[in-house]
Structure formats: C-alpha cells, structure tokens
C-alpha cells in the first residue's frame, strides 16, 4: 500500500503535487479535520502553526513517521514526544524571506508617510492633509540588527532605495561578505543613527527585550522601531512607554508575545502599525516553503 500523507493545515498546493507526481496518497484535512483512522493510517502529518503537536495529538498516530512543518519554527511540535516516538520532524528554513523583508520594507513607506492616521482619518470621513505631512527615506539611515536571511534582503533594498544602511550582527563570520552598500557598526551606534530600526533575529533568551527601556531610550527621538522577527524581541511594555514619553517616535508590529491574542495597549496605540504576523505570507513564499516541504517528503518517505 503506498504511503499517506495527511495535511492538517493549509499549505499551498504545491506540496500535494509532488507527493501525488511521487506516487503517494495524500489526504487534504486541513479544512474539516482528519478523522481518527485517518490520524491513525497515516505516515506523514503536515501542519503549519496551527494545528499543535501535542503528545496527545501524536499518539492518534499508530503508523506516524515523520512531520513536516511548512515553515521553520517547531514550537507547535511537541519534538521530545515525536523523539519518544522516533517521528522525524522536517522543517524548511528560509523561503519567506523576500517575504518579510519586503512587509518590513512596506512598514518604512508606511510609518514615513503616517498610513496609519491617514487610512484612518480618511475612514472616518476627515479630510486630514494638514495632519499628514510625511518624508521620503531616500537618504534617511536603516538599521538592520541580525543580518541573516532576511536581514540581508533587507539592508540589499535599503540600499537600492537610496537609503544608508547600518547593519549589526555579532555572528557574522569576519570573512563574510556583508549585504551590499550596508556599514557594519556596533549595537550603540546603529540605535543612535538610525531612522528606521528593524530586528531580524531569532528569540532566544540572549534576544528577549533585545530593544529595551535602554536601548529605546538611546536611539533618536525621530526614529521609528519594527519587529518583523518574533514578539518580545521588542519588549513590548518598554515600547509603550517609549512612545507615549516621546523617546521614539512610531513602531510598526507584526509578531506580539501573546499572538493570536492582541495586545489592546499595542494595537490600539496611535503611534503604532500593527499587522497579525502575516510577513511570511505571500503566494510565492508560500509556494517555495511547499516545494521543498515536498522535496524533503518524498526523499523521506521513498527511503521509510
Ligand atoms: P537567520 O537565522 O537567517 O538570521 C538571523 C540572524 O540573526 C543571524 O545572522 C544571526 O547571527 C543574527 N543574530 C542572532 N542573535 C543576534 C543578536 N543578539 N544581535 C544581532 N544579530 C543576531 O533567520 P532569518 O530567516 O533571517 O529570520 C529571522 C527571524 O525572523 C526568525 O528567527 C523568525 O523569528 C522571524 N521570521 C518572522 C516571520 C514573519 O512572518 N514575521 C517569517 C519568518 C521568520
């Protein structure tokens, strides 16, 4: 009997193509739910954030071998229940990182030119022009922290706007060639020039509150925050208070600590743009995550 794939989350088609081209059976679950046989007879799970991985979840699981996770994080997978289980568990770096640079990038126009007052005044019927004076970022600095993936697509487009990047990422290989037109500085100098800050790094303990009350309050008073990477690299409380004492002047969100829920005081906050973590999804992004999802898959369950 070939080999079953079931999908609990959505995931672009992409992925059900090259299982079915390979020959295995896959069973698209992700809108109504799998049911108990089927979470049973299945060797492959496919998820994304959505479903969790529980302990409980995977012991539905009698013929699970492996589960992909379209995107890069694992914190909806119980990883020491799928060891316990000797379930193997895919992941797929990279993919959305043109993606989220270009959300962060999409952030910088919009806090410049006030999207934010401006979509809503006009909503409201009020003629706000007077209220919406903006400036261009040709030529205003973009502090990148965490030049990886993302960061490097980022500061590339910085630059090709015209803008002056200023770039820190302390693991940085010294021989690596940093992103083009980009200066590599230290922390303190790129939060005290910057106009824009953006952070492009993982959440770790070493990047909790990265941006703090010290860092917020050593960086212009004209400068604008946005954490495109993951909630509580800014800390949001530290945020707030920056804002509503004038040390920074707007910040634009797409991750929150507690995600899916919303934290009133953030995203009501008139100085902040706020967006339900959606960096990661476009079409395309979508499609490459899916691809190599699929790629992993079928090499996996070919050799299973
Ligand atoms: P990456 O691993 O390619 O790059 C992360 C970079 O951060 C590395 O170069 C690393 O050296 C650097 N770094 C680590 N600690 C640092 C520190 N203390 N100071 C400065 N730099 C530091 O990751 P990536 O693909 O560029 O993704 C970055 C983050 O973006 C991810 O970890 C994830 O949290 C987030 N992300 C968000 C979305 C979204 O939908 N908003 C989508 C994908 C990824």
């Given at each position: 009997m070939s080999r079953t794939a079931l999908i609990l989350d959505p995931v672009s088609s992409v992925l059900a193509e090259k299982l079915e081209a390979a020959g295995f059976r896959v069973l698209d679950r992700s809108a109504d739910g799998a049911s108990e046989a089927e979470y049973a007879e299945s060797d492959a799970w496919i998820v994304r954030s959505r479903t969790k991985v529980t302990a409980d979840l995977m012991?539905?699981?009698?013929?699970?071998?492996v589960i992909g996770r379209a995107?890069?994080?694992?914190?909806?997978?119980?990883k020491d229940a799928a060891a316990e289980r000797s379930v193997d568990v895919l992941t797929v770096p990279g993919g959305n990182e043109v993606a989220v640079a270009e959300l962060a990038l999409a952030f910088v126009f919009a806090l410049a030119r006030k999207f934010g007052s401006g979509l809503q005044s006009t909503r409201d019927g009020v003629w706000a022009k007077s209220k919406l004076m903006g400036f261009e970022v040709t030529g205003e600095t973009l502090g990148v922290i965490g030049l990886g993936r993302i960061g490097r697509q980022l500061a590339e487009r910085g630059h090709a706007l015209g803008m002056k990047v200023l770039g820190f990422d302390?693991?940085?290989?010294?021989?690596a060639t940093p992103p083009a037109g980009t200066q590599i500085v230290s922390m303190d100098e790129l939060l005290s020039k910057s106009r824009f800050v953006s952070v492009h790094v993982p959440l770790s303990e070493e990047t909790r509150?990265?941006?703090g009350t010290d860092q917020l309050r050593s960086m212009r008073k004209d400068a604008f925050v946005i954490n495109c990477s993951r909630g509580g690299i800014v800390d949001e409380s530290a945020l707030v208070r920056a804002l509503d004492d004038g040390e920074i002047s707007g910040a634009a969100l797409?991750?929150?600590?507690?995600?899916?829920?919303?934290p009133k005081t953030l995203v009501s906050h008139p100085s902040i743009l706020a967006m339900p973590?959606?960096?990661?999804?476009?079409v395309q992004a979508q499609e490459k995550i899916a691809a190599r999802l699929g790629d992993s898959l079928v090499e996996f369950l070919s050799k299973a």
């Open positions: 012991a539905k699981g009698k013929t699970l071998r995107g890069a994080g694992t914190d909806n997978i119980d302390p693991y940085l290989p010294a021989d509150g990265l941006l797409d991750v929150f600590v507690g995600e899916p829920e919303l973590h959606i960096g990661g999804s476009t």
